[in-house]
C-alpha cells in the first residue's frame, strides 16, 4: 500500500479499513482487492460484504496484517471476537450478533465529539449494547443520524463508493435524493452527563469490566469466588428489561436526571416493532425483555438501576433493593411467586434469584418462604429432599422441639403437637414435596392445615422471628451431614411390636425403687417405643398405645418423673433390641449446629443446654416434689424443665429409698464379694459404710444362698 495509517486507539476494524480508503482516496473495493479480502460474503444469499467488526477469520487477519504491517492481535482487538461469549454472542456462519442474547444490537452508537477530535475514527465498543455514554466527553452516545434518522453502520460501507469519514453512510431520506445522507455526525445534538451522576459511574463501571472481559466479577453478591463478565450481564438485562417494562419515573428520580427521564418516557410511548415481541399476535406486558433499548437514555437508566442492585453488600439487601421493582410487577395484575420471578427477565445466576425470592418474602405464604429458604437468602431454589425424611424423628428431637416451639404467656404451646407440626415443616425446607406427601412420609397424622396454621403463627409472632431460619439451618445440616439413625427403619420395624421389655423385669425394679404404687409397665413400653422410633406413643401398637387424654398426660408426667435407674434399664433393653436386629446406630441422638449461628436468632424457647446437669441436681429437693419450684429455682419455664428432666432423669426419692437404690445398684458386686471372694457379711458391710442388715437383706432379696457359718477353711473369727 502506499500509505499505511496506524489504528486509532479501540478504534473498529470497518472504520479502520474506510479511513485508509479515505487517505487513498480510492473507492472501498480497491482496499478490499488490496488486502486480499473478498469483495462479496459467498455464505451469503444477498451481495453484501462481510461484517468484518463483527468477526475476521483468522486467515483474513493473517492476509491484512501482512499488507498492513499491523500485528494479528491488534488486528482482532479492533473486533468484537474478543467479546464474544461475554459481553456478546456471535453468530459465525453469518458474521451476525445474537440480538436476543446479552442485548447484542446491530449498527452502532457514537459520540459525535470522539468523532470530530479523532476524524471520524469509530469506537468498536460503541456496537456494544452496554455502552450508553462517553466518560471523556460526559454526554450520552447519540443513537441515530439526525437528519436521516437512520442507526449509522447498520450495512458495510458501499464498496464502490470512496468512505468520507465523520459523514453518515445511510442512504438518504426517502424524499430527498438519490445517493447517501452524508450529514456530519459530530454535528448531532447529545444529552449532557455530569461526571458525578449515576450514569456516568456506571458507566465507567461497565468499561471498566469491558476491558478485561476475561475477568470474573467479584460483586459480593457472586460470592467469594464471583462470577464471569457473561453472568453479570445476563443478570443487569434481565433487571434491566424489569425497569423498562415496570418502573415509574417517581421510581427513578434517583438514577438519573429529568432530562435523561424524559427521554426515556419517550421511548416507553413509542411502539416497539413486531419483531422485537416474543409472540407478535400476543400483548405482553415484558416486551423490552428480549431486544436492547435503542435509546441510549433507556439503556443508561435501566443499567444503571440494575447495577445498583447487583453491586448490595448482600443477597437480602440485594433483595430489598429489588423489592420496588417486583412490586410493580405485582401492581400489573401479573401472578407472582418465586418461581416465576426468575423468568421474568430471562435465566439469571443463583445470587440474583435468590435476591429476587427475598424481595418477595413479605409476600408469600410461610409455607413457599421455608421451599425458598428466604429466611437464608439461598442461591439453591428448591428440589425433591424426601430422603431427609428417613433422617427425621416423626416428633421433632425434644431440644429443639423446646426451642422453637411458641407458646402462651402462661406456658401452655400454641399449637397441640407442636413437635410433630415442626419435623413436616423441617421437611419442606427447600423442598417440593406436598404437606400431605411430608406427612405420609414421617409417620404422623397431622393434616395440612395444622402445619399452615402453625407457620402462619411462627410469622406473625414476635418471638418466632428467625424459627423458619433455623429450621432451615436444620435442614442444611442434615443434608450436608446426615444422621446416624434411619428413622423410617425404625418405625418400620417398631411400629408393630406389642412389647419391648419383660413387665417381670419392670415390676421386680419398681420394688426395688419405689415405695408407693409403680408406674404401669406400659409407660415403660411407651418409653422404649417413643426413644427408639421417635415416634409418639399414641402411633405404637393398640396394646401399649395411650388411648386416652388422661394416658397420654400420665405418660408424658412418667418421662420427667423417671428415676436414674428405671431410665437406665430401660436404655439397656433399647440397646438389647437393636442388636437384636443387627442395627448399629445409639439408642438416641439430636443433632447439634454451632452455636455462633444460632447466637444470633431469635426463638421463642430457652436454649437447652443453659442449664448443667449439675444444677439440675441441686434444684430438685428430695422426695415428692413441684415442678413449677424447680423452674422458678433454675429461674426458666416449666417446659425447659421437663425437658431438662427428661433428658437426665434426677433422684428425688425420700432419703430412706435412695439407699435402696444405691443398693440395688450395688448388690450384685456384693454378691461377687460374697460368692468368689469369699469375704463375709460383715466385711462388706464395712467395705461399703453400711449396715449388716443392709447387706443380709439385699443378698436374701438378690437369691444369695448363705453359707453356713465356719464353713470357709480359714475364715477368720471374731472375738
Avoid at 468512505?163 to 459530530?186: E, K, Q, V, Y
Avoid at 413479605?362 to 439461598?378: G, N, Q
Avoid at 417381670?504 to 426395688?512: A, C, F, H, I, V
Wanted: hydrophobic share 40%; net charge positive; with cysteine.
Amino acid at each position: 500500500m502506499p500509505i499505511r495509517c496506524a489504528p486509532h486507539p479501540g478504534e473498529a476494524l470497518d472504520s479502520w479499513l474506510e479511513f485508509i480508503a479515505a487517505r487513498l482516496n480510492c473507492p472501498f473495493t480497491d482496499v478490499l482487492s488490496a488486502l486480499g479480502l473478498p469483495n462479496r460474503d459467498a455464505a451469503m444469499a444477498a451481495p453484501v460484504l462481510p461484517r468484518w467488526t463483527v468477526l475476521a477469520t483468522r486467515d483474513e487477519l493473517a492476509a491484512i496484517a501482512e499488507v498492513t504491517g499491523v500485528a494479528e492481535d491488534m488486528l482482532a482487538a479492533m473486533t468484537l471476537q474478543p467479546f464474544n461469549g461475554h459481553a456478546v454472542v456471535i453468530r459465525p456462519e453469518q458474521r451476525r450478533v445474537h440480538r436476543r442474547l446479552l442485548w447484542g444490537r446491530a449498527g452502532s452508537r457514537f459520540c459525535p465529539a470522539c468523532l470530530a477530535d479523532s476524524g471520524g475514527r469509530w469506537q468498536v465498543t460503541w456496537r456494544l449494547g452496554w455502552s450508553f455514554a462517553c466518560t471523556r466527553h460526559r454526554v450520552l452516545l447519540a443513537d441515530r443520524c439526525p437528519a436521516c434518522h437512520r442507526v449509522p453502520r447498520l450495512r458495510a460501507h458501499p464498496r464502490r463508493e470512496t468512505p468520507r469519514p465523520g459523514m453518515c453512510a445511510s442512504l438518504a431520506p426517502d424524499d430527498g435524493p438519490r445517493g447517501r445522507c452524508h450529514h456530519p455526525l459530530a454535528d448531532t445534538p447529545v444529552t449532557v452527563v455530569t461526571p458525578d451522576e449515576a450514569v456516568a459511574e456506571t458507566q465507567r463501571l461497565v468499561d471498566t469490566l469491558l476491558a478485561t472481559p476475561d475477568r470474573a466479577v467479584r460483586w459480593p453478591l457472586y460470592g467469594p469466588g464471583g462470577a464471569p463478565l457473561r453472568v453479570v450481564l445476563r443478570d443487569v438485562k434481565c433487571l434491566g428489561a424489569l425497569v423498562l417494562n415496570h418502573a415509574m419515573p417517581t421510581d427513578l428520580h434517583t438514577v438519573a436526571p429529568p432530562e435523561i427521564l424524559d427521554r426515556l418516557e419517550r421511548y416507553r410511548a413509542t411502539p416497539l416493532p413486531v419483531s422485537s415481541q416474543r409472540a407478535p399476535d400476543t400483548r405482553r406486558i415484558d416486551l423490552h425483555s428480549y431486544l436492547p433499548p435503542d435509546d441510549a437514555a433507556a439503556a443508561a437508566v435501566a443499567i444503571t438501576e440494575a447495577v445498583r442492585i447487583l453491586r448490595a453488600e448482600t443477597i437480602r439487601a440485594a433483595g430489598q433493593a429489588v423489592q420496588w421493582l417486583t412490586d410493580r410487577v405485582a401492581a400489573t395484575g401479573r401472578p407472582l411467586y418465586p418461581a416465576s420471578i426468575v423468568s421474568l427477565g430471562g435465566t439469571v445466576s443463583p445470587g440474583l434469584e435468590a435476591a429476587l425470592r427475598c424481595s418477595r418474602e413479605t409476600k408469600l405464604l410461610p409455607v413457599a418462604r421455608l421451599r425458598h429458604r428466604t429466611a437464608v437468602a439461598s442461591t439453591r431454589p428448591p428440589t425433591v429432599q424426601d430422603s431427609r425424611a428417613r433422617m427425621m424423628p416423626t416428633a421433632l428431637w425434644p431440644e429443639w422441639a423446646l426451642r422453637l416451639s411458641p407458646r402462651h404467656a402462661n406456658g401452655r404451646p400454641v399449637a397441640q403437637r407442636a413437635d410433630e407440626l415442626l419435623t413436616i415443616a423441617c421437611l419442606l425446607a427447600g423442598n417440593t414435596t406436598s404437606i400431605r406427601a411430608a406427612t405420609r412420609l414421617t409417620g404422623t397424622t397431622v393434616s395440612s392445615h395444622n402445619v399452615s396454621t402453625l407457620l402462619a403463627d411462627l410469622t406473625r409472632r414476635s418471638d418466632c422471628a428467625d424459627v423458619l431460619h433455623a429450621l432451615i439451618l436444620l435442614a442444611d445440616h442434615l443434608d450436608t451431614h446426615g444422621s446416624p439413625i434411619d428413622y423410617a427403619r425404625r418405625r418400620t420395624l417398631f411400629a408393630t411390636r406389642p412389647r419391648f421389655i419383660d413387665p417381670q423385669s419392670w415390676r421386680d425394679l419398681q420394688r426395688r425403687l419405689r415405695s408407693n404404687h409403680s408406674p404401669d409397665v406400659a409407660q415403660a413400653q411407651r418409653w422404649i417405643f417413643h426413644t427408639l422410633t421417635g415416634s409418639p406413643p399414641y402411633l405404637a401398637h393398640s396394646d401399649i398405645a395411650p388411648a386416652t387424654h388422661a394416658q397420654r398426660q400420665q405418660y408424658q408426667r412418667f418421662r420427667w418423673r423417671i428415676l436414674p435407674a428405671e431410665a437406665e434399664l430401660l436404655t439397656h433393653t433399647a440397646r438389647a433390641l437393636l442388636d437384636e436386629h443387627g442395627i448399629d446406630e445409639p439408642v438416641q441422638w439430636s443433632p447439634r449446629l454451632p452455636a455462633r449461628v444460632l447466637r444470633h436468632l431469635q426463638l421463642p424457647g430457652p436454649n437447652p443446654d443453659s442449664i448443667t446437669a449439675d444444677r439440675l441436681q441441686r434444684a430438685v429437693p428430695g422426695g415428692d416434689f413441684s415442678l413449677a419450684q424447680v423452674a422458678r429455682t433454675l429461674k426458666t419455664t416449666t417446659s425447659h424443665a421437663i425437658y431438662l428432666l427428661s433428658q437426665h432423669p434426677v433422684d428425688w426419692s425420700p432419703p430412706r429409698f435412695q439407699r435402696i437404690q444405691r443398693t440395688a445398684t450395688r448388690v450384685r458386686q456384693w454378691r461377687t464379694w460374697y460368692e468368689h471372694n469369699h469375704l463375709s457379711l460383715q466385711a462388706i458391710a464395712d467395705r461399703e459404710g453400711t449396715s449388716l442388715a443392709t447387706v443380709r437383706l439385699a443378698l436374701l432379696k438378690d437369691g444369695t444362698q448363705f453359707r453356713p457359718a465356719g464353713s470357709y477353711p480359714g475364715r477368720p473369727r471374731r472375738r
